[in-house]
Structure formats: C-alpha cells, structure tokens
C-alpha cells in the first residue's frame, strides 16, 4: 500500500451539515490524531442543530473524540434537510470559518454524497478552502451512495472500538435510527481497513491533491 505523509498537523478544520456526522465520518482518524498530537488546534462547525438537544451532544462527543486537543465548536441553525433553501446562512458560516482558520487539513463531506446538505456542504469547503487539503468523509446512509475511496486512515483495533462506543453513549438521540448500529459502523471499518491492509480503517475521497515529489 502506497503511504503519503502529511507532515507536521498543527491545525485542522472538521466540519459536518449535522450534529454527529463528524464523529461518524472521521471520529476514529480525530482520536488518532489527537492521541499523536497532544494540542493539536481543531476549529469544528456544524450547519444544524444550534440550540437544541443535538448541539448538547455534539459538544459532549466531539470533546471524547478529541481528547488533548484544544477544540472550538459552533454549531449553526439551518435547518435540517434544507441547506439548498439556505445556501446564502450556509455559506456566510463556512466564509467566517475560513477568515477564522488557516488550517494543515480540512475534514469535510464527500463532494458526491446523496445527502444534499452533506452534498452542498462539501462544495462549500472545497471553493472556499481551495488551498488546503480537503478529505472527504463517508457516512452509511439508506441512499446507498458508498464508492471507491482514494485515501485511507488505518484504525488500530482499540480506536475502531472506542470511536463505536463514543458513538453510540454521546448520540442517544439517533439510537432509533435503522442503520445506527455497531455492526454498521464496525462494518465499514473492516471492509475500508481490507482495502488498505490493516484490520480497520476510515476511508476519504479527495477531489484535488498537489504533491511535493520534487523539483
């Protein structure tokens, strides 16, 4: 399996259309990252929610899969399933982070998910963090939109297994959800860490990527 370096992570940037698609995407690459790189700066934004029982638990989860990490959250008011009717709000929220975070990596939703608030979410980032590294994340979703992903994150056995039960104790608000299980999460995780040869993985799409080879 080929191996790129990122080099020395100082500042990321995670960003997700609801409450809980962070963690579900790429908590367990945030409990790596944060394990290997004590204070490291995570500016976090999520477009729903604000207000309400669900940014509760975003704080409370994005806090455990972040641990040593000096973290900033906001959680915004679209609403829920209708980013297209607010693309203007949406926007505004990404151009502030933006001004606000001139970050190594940026997590984002995949540019061709179904969801269309993931979707419009993720064209956001990539216009308005357009020299940066920008993965894209997967969520298991009823639209069966699941690809072939370009980067992968190996997970060892004990972060797989810590990003499942952070999931499950800081999200019961999503617990009546049909795909919202163990075996789905976990599920995933084996089939990505197959592809990568490891045991467990998170797998990321990546629209554009410049790389340093040499002169």
Known sequence: ???????????????????DDIAIGAGGTLLAMSRARPGLRVDAMVLSGGGTEREREEHAALAAFCPDAELRLTVHKVPDGRLPAHWDEAKAAVEELRAQSDPDLVLAPRTDDAHQDHRGLAKLMTTAFRDHLVLGYEITKWDGDLGRPAAYQPLSPDTAERKVRLLQEHYPSQRHRPWYDREAFLGLARIRGIECHARYAEAFAVTKLTLNLGD
Request: hydrophobic share 45%; net charge positive; glycine share 16%.
């Open 1 to 19: 399996m080929i191996r790129l370096g990122t080099g020395r992570l100082h500042r990321i940037v995670a960003v997700g259309a609801h409450c």
